[in-house]
């Protein structure tokens, strides 16, 4: 498989690494180290797929026109557009034309949450009461200094995509019902540190994101009728830990098993490989995963962008 790199930044350079030997061009109108400028000025002879790291409002212009060659798209997350019937044309032109339309979240592929999803599905802990997730990071002036990226809804779609993206992966369709808790902006134009929830679903979720994270850090408390799983950490800011306790009642000081990983970021070796497999297989574009995200993201945005300019 030949593929280019549409947009050659952080992401963009990543991808571009884990692609290997599949890579044969790069695109981007800013970047000078980029072999080209535009999409236009790549023979579309010359690839099968394409790896989209570019802003959000660029996105749609560039898969329309890939998709409509018949070329396998992968484009960062969140894919954010105007409005649910442009992810279902989106859909269409890619089932169309027999072309693969993957949305990254390559958290998918983190060990300890891959052994968090299968924990969950052996049923060993019984029933699932809550799951607290923490995401954050320390990028606040990063992003504010950046020309395009503090703005509308902040660290919500950065990160906050990423959280509710690893609780479907863990436990399946959540319904629509996640409500804002807070949004504040204590450095940024856009909210730098937001915090949401879902009280009416199975379990109830609690999510907090934030750039204001000094050190980068993940982390998991899931609390369950038989035991419960935790999570510190990911593998890039590793040690990066799992731990699983058995309840004991009354109550005590439980048994507990713990893995500790210190290893490199294995995600974007592991999803690109993915992404191989599936323009191999070519099974039917399928965005409801993107629609449903798509859905919670918009109106928590709102939300957020309110109560942050409150």
């Known amino acids: 498989m030949r593929v280019i790199v549409v947009g050659l930044g952080v992401q963009g350079q990543k991808r571009k690494r884990f692609a290997g030997a599949d890579f044969v061009a790069s695109v981007d109108p800013y970047n000078q180290d980029a072999d080209v400028r535009t999409l236009n000025d790549v023979s579309p002879a010359r690839y099968d797929a394409a790896l989209v790291c570019v802003p959000d409002q660029a996105k749609v212009a560039l898969l329309d026109q890939l998709l409509a060659q018949g070329k396998h798209v992968l484009v960062e ?12 044309r989106i859909e269409a032109l890619a089932r169309a034309h027999g072309a693969v339309c993957y949305v990254a979240y390559n958290h998918r592929f983190e060990p300890h949450f891959v052994r968090m999803r299968d924990l969950i599905a052996s049923g060993e802990l019984g029933r699932i009461y809550r799951c607290r997730m923490f995401y954050g990071n320390g990028t606040a002036r990063l992003v504010r200094d950046s020309e395009w990226r503090d703005q509308g809804a902040g660290v919500l779609p950065d ?3 990423h959280l509710l993206d690893t609780a479907r992966f863990w436990f399946g369709d959540l319904g629509d019902g996640f409500e804002l808790i807070s ?4 450095e940024n134009r856009a909210p730098d540190h937001v915090v949401f929830g879902a009280r009416g679903t199975t379990p109830r979720l609690e999510c907090e994101t934030t750039l204001l994270s000094w050190r980068n850090h993940f982390a998991c408390d899931l609390f369950a009728e038989k035991g419960s799983a ?9 040690p990066s830990r799992f ?11 439980p048994p507990e098993e713990t893995l500790t990983l210190v290893q490199d970021d294995p995600t974007w070796a592991l ?13 039917p574009a399928d965005l409801s995963r993107d629609l449903w995200l798509h859905r919670i993201l918009h109106r928590l945005g709102q939300d957020a962008t309110r109560a942050g300019a409150a």
Do not use: M
């Not at 997350?77 to 279902?88: F, I, T």
């Not at 999803?271 to 099974?283: D, G, I, V």
């Open 77 to 88: 997350k969140p894919l954010a557009v105007p409005g649910d019937n442009e992810l279902a």
């Open 159 to 161: 990160l906050g995509s």
């Open 183 to 186: 949004a504040d902006r204590f």
């Open 230 to 238: 935790h999570i510190r950490s990911l593998c890039k800011w590793g």
């Open 243 to 253: 731990v699983k306790r058995r309840r004991v009642l009354p109550s005590g000081r």
């Open 271 to 283: 999803e690109y490989a993915h992404f191989q497999t599936l323009c191999r297989e070519r099974p």
